[in-house]
């Protein structure tokens, strides 16, 4: 087994489950409980396959040039990638290169410490406070680069726009990355600042709030000089990442302003809704700004939640790991969905 000594050896990420029994509720994985806007399905129909032949263009102008008119950015402040986790993974690549730790929360979304090993990048997580926030002091160190998620996942919890400005201000020799991936369900976002700070990148994605997790597109903006950083990397790596149906498809999602804001709205509405009724049976969870509650019951432990659930065919997510072993991240549904979600845990806890 010599060529082993070789072989570089990662843990990799762990995905939510992904049941393929029918009729179950599946509150997971954070995926859309709606379907895309009806322009995906229309633009779908108007894809010329003969074209499929040929190589998709490698700079997906269409998308970007739809992306760069919505957030009222320059194209060349725009970069494109198979769902954020490629864009988050290129932008480790490209810019966490330093001797310094990359900095990141404790709890926080589990790929970013699989991406530090796998580009061998050190890093350092910083725990956060008592109450899921970050704590701004940690970040004002000496450091390889700093990215979180905000809201962060999985605890849903949104920081102030301010105190962000104040870690990007204080690390201007770094490349600090935003993680937005769940801003459209309430948050703020700090895309604005990107004029102003060169060393800040703004990453985002179709998956969650343009429904569209299965045609795997995602974003960042920024200065345009980390663009161009970033687009150098990915054409060392894949220069055609983006594919025909993803960029046509994509662009008419974006073009359906209404439908993507009809959409989040349902979503923020329902689980406002639940929160409610998750409090009147003794939940308990922060004030999530995300698509998904963080929540843990005042008498009954999350794993057996968890089990209990999973039993009766409805699928949310637990970590025994510390921290968090007494919580569930609960995807919010349709509200036919919620109402069947809540109505097994009247029925479990009352008996």
């Known amino acids: 087994m010599g060529f082993e000594q070789n072989i570089r050896k990662v843990e990799p990420y762990v995905a939510g489950e992904q049941p393929k029994n029918p009729g179950v509720i599946k509150l997971n994985t954070n995926?859309?409980?709606?379907?895309?806007?009806?322009?995906?399905?229309?633009?779908?129909?108007?894809?010329?396959?003969?074209?499929?032949?040929?190589?998709?263009?490698?700079?997906?102008?269409?998308?970007?040039?739809?992306?760069?008119?919505?957030?009222?950015?320059?194209?060349?402040?725009?970069?494109?990638?198979?769902?954020?986790?490629?864009?988050?993974?290129?932008?480790?690549?490209?810019?966490?290169n330093g001797s310094l730790p990359v900095l990141f929360p404790d709890i926080t979304y589990s790929f970013y410490d699989v991406w530090a090993d796998l580009y061998r990048i050190p890093y350092k997580t910083c725990p956060l406070t008592e109450d899921f926030h970050i704590r701004k002091e940690d970040y004002l160190v000496p450091n390889g680069g700093i990215i979180f998620p905000n809201p962060n996942?999985?605890?849903?919890?949104?920081?102030?726009?301010?105190?962000?400005?104040?870690?990007?201000?204080?690390n201007q020799d770094v490349v600090v990355i935003i993680d937005e991936a769940y801003i459209d369900f309430g948050g703020e976002s700090v895309?604005?600042?990107?004029?102003?700070?060169?060393?800040?990148?703004?990453?985002?994605?179709?998956?969650?709030?343009?429904?569209?997790?299965?045609?795997?597109?995602?974003?960042?903006?920024?200065?345009?000089?980390?663009?161009?950083?970033?687009?150098?990397a990915k054409f060392s790596f894949n220069s055609y990442t983006m594919n025909?149906?993803?960029?046509?498809?994509?662009?008419?999602?974006?073009?359906?302003?209404a439908y993507f804001k009809e959409t989040t709205g349902k979503i923020?509405?329902?689980?406002?809704?639940?929160?409610?009724?998750?409090?009147?049976?003794?939940?308990?969870?922060?004030?999530?700004?995300?698509?998904?509650?963080?929540?843990?019951?005042?008498?009954?432990?999350?794993?057996e939640l968890f089990r209990a659930l999973k039993e009766n065919d409805i699928y949310v997510r637990y970590w025994n790991k510390d921290r968090i072993s007494n919580r569930l991240r609960i995807t919010i549904g349709t509200d036919e969905q919620m109402d069947r979600f809540l109505e097994f845990l009247r029925s479990y806890l009352n008996n």
Request: glycine share 6%.
């Open 191 to 232: 895309l604005p600042l990107i004029d102003k700070y060169e060393n800040l990148l703004v990453v985002q994605t179709f998956s969650k709030s343009r429904a569209m997790a299965g045609m795997r597109i995602g974003y960042a903006m920024g200065n345009e000089k980390l663009i161009r950083y970033l687009k150098d």
């Open 31 to 96: 995926e859309c409980p709606y379907p895309p806007s009806p322009l995906v399905k229309e633009a779908e129909g108007k894809i010329d396959y003969e074209k499929l032949r040929l190589y998709p263009d490698m700079n997906a102008e269409k998308l970007v040039d739809a992306l760069a008119e919505y957030y009222q950015v320059k194209p060349s402040q725009v970069f494109v990638g198979v769902g954020s986790d490629d864009v988050l993974s290129m932008a480790f690549l490209t810019f966490f």
């Open 153 to 170: 996942a999985p605890t849903g919890v949104l920081e102030e726009v301010s105190m962000i400005e104040e870690i990007i201000r204080a």
């Open 244 to 257: 025909l149906p993803s960029i046509e498809m994509g662009t008419a999602a974006v073009k359906d302003d």
């Open 268 to 303: 923020i509405a329902t689980r406002e809704r639940v929160k409610k009724e998750m409090k009147k049976l003794g939940f308990f969870f922060t004030d999530s700004m995300s698509n998904f509650l963080f929540a843990g019951h005042e008498n009954v432990p999350a794993g």
